[in-house]
């Protein structure tokens, strides 16, 4: 078997002047591209001007990397094998013999088998995991101790569970409306106009919670205030494949016919409607830099999309009932009772196989997820719930602003708070965020109807009417040339009106359709065609 590394926590012994060799492929991340061409410049100030800021530039990069080695020493590792294994037939079992005594904690496989199918998230720490099965079985379970928090029984149907901004609150799509709990399992909410929910997911910069049902209507509720933000129906059939874009907080859907739209809460039609697949759309799921999308049909065919140009880039042949990419980029899906992760070994976005897992023989795998920070992914199967390590797929290093697994009451209180007041309006849901903040390009001037004209131009005739009643010098206030000046000031307000409309009545001529001799007539009104001139 191949050395097998792991995350690991190695503190830095070199003093901070380090070489500049070393620190040469981090400070091409930190980088704003390529350097201006000031060669070619001849204006001598602005040639200066750019020098400057080019190497305030480079100085700040090589600062950012530094920081970096002492702040993010871990990083992430991954199975290497030998020249002839594979990694993907490394097992589960050779992998524990060879990692540290916590990650060797982390895997387990939970057996309920009268309560499955199972399904589960993750909270935005990863510390907490919150597990339902479809008879009613909700369990909240601290991934960390794996201690149990909290389980109970809503005795109903649960088709889908979330969290909400943190692990003190969690959504759970039941038989007829989706519930809210806390921690203790005390019902605080019941959102009775979202109806029967088969998916939710919740987007956590806008406080939103996204559903859609068994009509095919997708809700978004603000869970700050209370109020319904967005209602509105798909127009194609029951849907129950549902996932939010994290880049930009776009909510995708999957269809039965084949077709993938995305949608904001503040537009009625969808932003994007594109045919995936030429039979229903089993799973999507979205890579954390957004510009990526995995799709799955039941034709059998797993697609990757480059959703910035909406163009296939790669397909492969394979079912997957669920899809899930990680922190670092690794692609997981499951089919019956096999999973499989696949990575982009070259960087060029071509997915190849990476690592392999079955479960026991008759199992049915129904949802895939990756913990957050950790190198564990959590199956839900028929028969209870289970995690596999999977080196390689966590961030290794958190940030406590965003994300702390350790955070204490009083620190989680004080995050709740900062969320909140920074917390993002749905207006700024788009397909490109970066436009945020830039400006607008002109509008085309909007056409006014018939009324419309004419009041705007009986109000400028008024206003020319009026005119103007100061008193002029001797022989310039005739009346003859007051009324003169009256009439010709009327003649001005008027004639950007009739120029409009004599340029539409130009427009409404020239799109007249022309009789086109060439054309060719049936033969019962031949008889009745204009004969041409010899």
Same mark, same amino acid.
């Given at each position: ?34 350097? /201006? ?18 190497? @305030? ?8 990397? &530094?920081?970096?080695?002492? @702040? ?5 590792? !991954? ?6 294994? *594979? ?9 524990l ?18 309560l499955?199918?199972? %399904? ?36 109903e ?33 019941? @959102? ?29 509720q603000?869970?700050t ?17 549902? &996932? ?21 809460? %503040?537009?009625?039609?969808?932003l ?13 799921a979205?890579h ?27 397909? !492969? ?6 899809? &899930? ?17 696949? =990575? ?5 976005q071509? !997915? ?11 199992? #049915? ?7 957050? !920070? ?6 839900g199967?028929? &028969?209870?719930?289970?995690?596999? @390590? ?10 406590t ?45 909007? #056409?006014?109807? *018939? ?8 109000? /400028? ?20 040339r ?20 004599? =340029? ?7 799109? *007249? ?19 041409? /001139?010899?």
């Amino acid at each position: 078997m191949g050395a097998i590394s792991i995350q690991e926590t190695v503190v830095p012994s070199v003093p901070m002047e380090d070489n500049a060799n070393d620190l040469d492929p981090k400070v091409k991340k930190y980088l704003r591209g390529d350097g /201006a061409n000031l060669e070619k410049l001849k204006d001598k100030k602005l040639k200066g001007q750019l020098a400057v800021r080019e190497q @305030l530039y480079g100085k700040s990069a090589k600062a950012a990397a &530094q920081v970096e080695k002492w @702040l993010m020493p871990s990083e992430e590792g !991954y199975l290497e094998a030998d020249d002839l294994e *594979k990694t993907w037939n490394i097992r589960q079992d050779k992998i524990l013999g060879e990692v540290d005594i916590l990650s060797s904690r982390k895997p387990f496989d939970l057996v309920l088998p009268d309560l499955g199918p199972y %399904t589960l998230d993750f909270a935005p720490s990863g510390r907490y995991m919150i597990v339902a099965g479809h008879k009613g079985h909700v369990a909240l379970i601290d991934m960390m101790n794996m201690d149990l928090i909290k389980e109970f029984q809503v005795k109903e149907t649960v088709r889908d569970v979330v969290f909400l901004h943190n692990e003190l609150f969690f959504a759970a799509a039941q038989k007829k409306y989706p519930y809210i709990y806390n921690r203790d399992g005390t019902e605080l909410h019941c @959102l009775k106009e979202h109806g029967a929910v088969l998916k939710l997911q919740f987007l956590r910069n806008h406080f939103l919670l996204a559903s859609i049902n068994k009509f095919g209507q997708l809700h978004y509720q603000d869970v700050t205030m209370g109020g319904m933000v967005a209602n509105y129906r798909t127009g194609l059939g029951r849907c129950d494949v549902m &996932q939010v874009n994290p880049f930009n907080a776009v909510v995708g859907l999957g269809h039965s016919c084949g077709k993938v739209t995305m949608w904001r809460p %503040t537009s009625a039609a969808p932003l994007i409607k594109m045919l995936c697949h030429h039979g229903p759309v089993s799973a999507i799921a979205f890579h954390p830099g957004g510009h990526l999308m995995a799709t799955a049909g039941m034709e059998r065919k797993i697609k990757l999309w480059d959703i910035r140009k909406f163009e296939v880039l790669h397909t !492969y042949s394979g079912h997957a009932k669920t899809l &899930q990419f990680s922190q670092k980029g690794l692609l997981a899906f499951g089919s019956g009772l096999r999973v499989q992760i696949w =990575k982009d070994t070259a960087g060029n976005q071509d !997915y190849s196989r990476y690592m392999s897992h079955s479960i026991v023989k008759g199992y #049915q795998v129904g949802k895939v997820n990756f913990q957050p !920070y950790e190198d564990v992914l959590g199956l839900g199967h028929s &028969q209870g719930i289970s995690a596999i @390590l999977v080196p390689g797929s966590g961030e290794p290093n958190f940030d406590t602003w965003v994300a702390n697994p350790f955070e204490t009451p009083k620190q989680r209180r004080e995050k709740e708070i900062h969320s909140l007041l920074d917390k993002l309006p749905p207006e700024t849901i788009m397909l490109d965020p970066t436009q945020i903040g830039t400006l607008r390009p002109p509008r085309a001037k909007e #056409q006014l109807t *018939k009324q419309e004209r004419e009041a705007a131009m009986e109000a /400028a005739i008024e206003s020319a009417k009026q005119g103007s009643n100061k008193k002029k010098t001797k022989g310039r206030s005739k009346p003859t040339r007051m009324q003169k000046k009256k009439q010709d000031g009327i003649v001005k307000a008027k004639r950007p009106f009739l120029d409009q409309q004599l =340029k539409e009545e130009r427009q409404l001529l020239n799109k *007249k359709p022309k009789l086109n001799e060439e054309v060719q007539l049936p033969l019962s009104l031949q008889r009745f065609a204009r004969k041409k /001139a010899t």
